[in-house]
Nanobody
Framework: QVQLVESGGGLVQAGGSLSLSCAVS????????MAWFRQAPGKEREFVAR????????YYADSVKVRFTISRDNVKNTVYLQMNSLKPEDTAVYYC??????????????????WGQGTQVTVSS
């Protein structure tokens, strides 16, 4: 069983920064692609960023490119999302997700097997 626990959300003013963490317990973290998704009120869950199991590949949604950075530490079993220059439209519940071991990284939510409970990010204007 794989468990994911997000932390680091909160309230920030537009233009500010937040750093999210996702601690992963269970099997084979270091072999899994990881991703962040988000869901705003009344909207569908959307892809934010993903990183391959060995960190050699990252990919971002156009809406967050340049502003957000995904990274991981395979010793600490943790994936991070550094969010800079935050905008009110970044307000959402942010979820981390773990994919199948050694699978090709994907931006589709159905490609991820395990999900955290989410952490709220609110950006005020």
């Amino acid at each position: 069983q794989v468990q994911l626990v997000e932390s680091g959300g909160g309230l920030v003013q537009a233009g500010g920064s937040l750093s999210l963490s996702c601690a992963v317990s269970g099997r084979a973290f270091s072999s899994r692609a990881m991703a962040w998704f988000r869901q705003a009120p009344g909207k569908e869950r959307e892809f934010v960023a993903r990183i391959s199991w060995n960190s050699d590949s990252t990919y971002y949604a156009d809406s967050v490119k340049v502003r957000f950075t995904i990274s991981r530490d395979n010793v600490k079993n943790t994936v991070y999302l550094q969010m800079n220059s935050l905008k009110p439209e970044d307000t959402a519940v942010y979820y981390c997700a773990a994919g199948t071991s050694y699978a090709v990284p994907s931006s589709l939510s159905r490609s991820y097997d395990y999900w955290g409970q989410g952490t709220q990010v609110t950006v005020s204007s």
